[in-house]
């Protein structure tokens, strides 16, 4: 008996707790959570290494106060493959590229009119990358980091459109030791809860 009441007044407790966050009652001064899901494709800066493509999840905390200058804090993992075939002494060779990058991120939202954003910001972390040539297969894990530009068109209070440009950086190391940049074109969706 003792148990069950334990376990009652735990799950009262707990119940309390989660309805005293609602996120109705944040004011626009608090901090905002915000989902986003991008569509991606990179374009590699050199003809040695295939261009990619994926998609990128993202949760942010985002100040959506009535200002200037909006602040945005962001925590991502995006999925980029890519796959070309290269001519060495005669011989097609198959080189494929898988990326799973998690980094935490940066943006300035900057506001242009009341429905349209321009954003600057910046995110690091770290890739877990696979480089397959012809048979052989290669780890490729190491830091990357990307710096970018977009613009941001508030549809509601709630939903916003982004599409951008980044300069990305890996230094994939293990068995692939090379530097594997891309130019990237960003599409996507937000939501605020």
């Known amino acids: 008996m003792k148990k069950i009441l334990s376990v009652v007044t735990l799950l009262a407790a707990l119940s309390g707790a989660a309805s005293a966050y609602q996120t109705g009652a944040l004011?626009?001064?608090d901090m905002q959570p915000v989902y986003s899901v991008?569509?991606?494709?990179g374009i590699t800066k050199g003809n040695e290494t295939p261009d990619t493509y994926g998609?990128?999840?993202?949760?942010?905390?985002?100040s959506d106060a009535a200002s200037e200058l909006r602040h945005q804090f962001s925590l991502s993992v995006a999925g980029l493959w890519g796959s070309d075939t290269y001519d060495v002494y005669g011989y097609g060779i198959d080189v494929d590229v898988q990326m799973i990058p998690v980094t935490v991120?940066?943006?300035?939202?900057?506001?242009?009119?009341?429905?349209?954003?321009?954003?600057?910001?910046?995110?690091?972390g770290y890739?877990?990358?696979?480089?397959?040539?012809?048979?052989?297969?290669f780890d490729a894990d190491g830091f990357t980091y990307s710096v970018g530009a977009g613009f941001k068109y508030m549809c509601s209070d709630a939903v916003y459109l982004q599409v951008g440009y980044e300069y990305s950086d890996t230094k994939m190391g293990g068995?692939?030791?090379?530097?594997?940049?891309q130019h990237i074109i960003s599409v996507g969706v937000g939501c605020q809860f």
């Open 38 to 41: 991008e569509g991606l494709y």
């Open 105 to 124: 991120g940066y943006t300035a939202n900057i506001e242009i009119t009341d429905e349209l954003l321009f954003t600057v910001g910046a995110k690091a």
């Open 127 to 137: 890739a877990f990358a696979t480089v397959d040539v012809g048979p052989f297969s």
């Open 175 to 181: 068995d692939w030791d090379m530097d594997y940049s």
């Open 55 to 62: 998609g990128r999840l993202s949760f942010s905390m985002y």
């Open 27 to 29: 004011t626009p001064y």
